[in-house]
């Protein structure tokens, strides 16, 4: 029975140091991400805002929504995310592409990439995405629909 205390207790012990272990590592990951303020939205006919994006010395992300403006519906583009440095020189780009959002229609993105010391951002609509890109440059349809009229503000 003694032993039976004394694993148990070593068992204990081992998950108690995981789960302080886990929390410790996930608060000094968050804590390594800053805001990325600086960003520019070159786009016609489509809202697109930036509702969230971060970056830390190796890694970020962006997060934000589209919104078809026009009275057609648009098919077949792509959002150019342009990463930049402190000093604007392009560090990588991502694509969003749309297959299809009718008029009214709100869909959200989410676009990862593994780029150093991101400080700022450029956001372009295309109509064509450059040859020989990678997959994990294209991100396929990464829109989420979040309903019509969401955005009053923009009306």
């Known amino acids: 029975m003694d032993k039976m205390k004394k694993f148990f207790k070593y068992i204990?012990?081992?998950?108690?140091?995981f789960i302080f272990s886990n929390l410790v590592i996930s608060g000094l990951l968050k804590n390594s991400?800053?805001?990325i303020k600086d960003y520019e939205i070159?786009?016609?006919g489509l809202y697109v805002d930036v509702t969230e994006a971060k970056a830390s010395s190796w890694s970020g992300s962006v997060k934000?929504?589209?919104k078809n403006n026009t009275e057609q519906t648009v098919e077949n583009k792509y959002l150019k995310i342009s990463m930049l440095s402190k000093n604007k020189k392009l560090l990588g780009e991502k694509?969003?592409?749309i297959d299809k959002i009718e008029p009214g229609q709100v869909k959200k993105y989410d676009v990862n990439f593994d780029y150093d010391n991101v400080k700022s951002l450029k956001i372009e609509?295309?109509?064509?995405m450059p040859e020989g890109i990678s997959f994990f440059e294209l991100i396929k349809e990464n829109?989420?629909?979040?309903g019509r009229d969401?955005?009053?503000r923009n009306k």
């Open 95 to 97: 694509y969003v592409k």
């Open 125 to 128: 609509l295309t109509d064509t």
């Open 33 to 35: 991400y800053t805001k």
């Open 64 to 66: 934000g929504i589209v």
């Open 12 to 17: 204990l012990a081992l998950v108690l140091l």
């Open 150 to 152: 969401v955005l009053n």
């Open 42 to 44: 070159d786009v016609n």
């Open 143 to 146: 829109t989420i629909d979040i």
